[in-house]
């Protein structure tokens, strides 16, 4: 089992900037993939970004260029740096993690994210 908790969202101007921060319970530094989805309301839940265990990435098209991801394994946290937000990037954002080994995913609890002026 892997807690994960949220942090960093709220409301900011377009253009701004944000960083969120998902913690988990336990290392994450062999074993998990770890990515940062979002659900807008009345939209489906999508892929934001995604680091390996490996460390390699990918991002959706919408986000490529504005978001970074990463990790830092001794603190078993990842990251999501945001920056030119856009209104269309409002949305709740959830940490994912994927355990390679289990198959087994867990979500953590979601952070609000608005962009608006």
């Known amino acids: 089992q892997v807690q994960l908790v949220e942090s960093g969202g709220g409301l900011v101007q377009p253009g701004g900037s944000l960083r969120l921060s998902c913690a988990a319970s336990?290392?994450?530094?062999?074993?998990?993939?770890m990515g940062w989805y979002r659900q807008a309301p009345g939209n489906q839940r999508d892929l934001v970004a995604r680091i390996m265990s490996g460390g390699s990435t990918n991002y959706a098209d919408s986000v490529k260029g504005r978001f970074t991801i990463s990790r830092d394994n001794a603190k078993n946290t990842v990251y999501l740096q945001m920056n030119s937000l856009k209104p269309e990037d409002t949305a709740v954002y959830y940490c994912n993690a994927h355990n390679a080994q289990t198959m087994s995913t867990y979500w953590g609890q979601g952070t609000q994210v608005t962009v608006s002026s």
């Open positions: 336990r290392s994450i530094s062999s074993i998990y993939f």
